[in-house]
């Protein structure tokens, strides 16, 4: 069988957006545009089976980069046997949110053939293998994109931020040019590392740019990523 990878396109949008910087532990700060984990989690919201990667390549940011803040009571405690009482463990924090936020994601859909998955063996023992099908997984995909259907809802970083989302046919589709700003964007959470350590796995950074709008966002395998 031969196994080939197909591009797909999203544009993504939504009213509020907080890609949260883990460097800062105390106030929830978003990162300036969404992060490759983050347009990775959306394409698998709406299609992920154990044979198949999302590997994001591109991030073009449509909508101008505009921020808010928003104070909210928080819990500063974790349930345990205890009983909680909220008024004594009640504490007021402040997160800098994106708002009114717009991308186009291109990722592939890379297949990974069964003689590569023996680190997640323990994901696949109950799966049925015989008429995987790269293909297959592509069309399963491109139908459930079109038609707006996903597993669970995608979300812009935190779980309150629901996104919404379109397929983008670039063949046949009208695009909004990205805006026309470049800047570097630092050192910014690439993904996990889960093929190294599933059940712990550690943080993977990369160097952002944006061009004229357009983020090239490296292969997971690259150099260019940070470990």
Not at 66 to 76: A, D, I, L, Q
Not at 127 to 148: L, T, V
Not at 190 to 203: G, I, Q
Request: aromatic fraction near 12%; proline fraction near 6%.
């Amino acid at each position: 069988m031969e196994y080939y990878d197909k591009e797909f396109c999203l544009e993504v949008w939504g009213p509020i957006a907080c890609f949260t910087r883990p460097e800062l532990k105390v106030e929830r700060v978003s990162y300036d545009v969404i992060t490759p984990s983050a347009a990775r989690a959306i394409f698998e919201a709406i299609f992920w089976k154990p044979a198949i990667h999302w590997q994001v390549t591109k991030i073009e940011v449509l909508n101008t980069i505009k921020w808010t803040s928003v104070r909210r009571n928080e819990v500063g405690a974790v349930a345990s046997k205890n009983p909680i009482f909220i008024e004594d463990k009640r504490q007021q924090k402040n997160t800098l949110l994106l708002k009114d936020v717009r991308y186009r994601i291109w990722a592939k859909l890379e297949f990974i053939p069964k003689r590569k998955r023996a680190v997640q063996s323990d994901l696949f023992d109950n799966e049925e293998h015989n008429d995987e099908n790269p293909a297959k997984y592509n069309a399963m995909f491109e139908r459930r994109a079109s038609k707006g259907q996903c597993f669970n809802q995608p979300y812009l970083g935190t779980r309150e931020s629901s996104a919404s989302f379109r397929l983008v046919n670039p063949e046949t589709d009208v695009l909004d040019n990205p805006i026309a700003e470049s800047r570097d964007l630092g050192i910014m959470l690439y993904d996990m590392d889960f093929e190294s350590n599933l059940k712990n796995p550690p943080a993977m950074f990369y160097r952002a740019k944006m061009e004229n709008g357009v983020i090239i966002v490296p292969h997971k395998d690259s150099e260019e990523i940070l470990r």
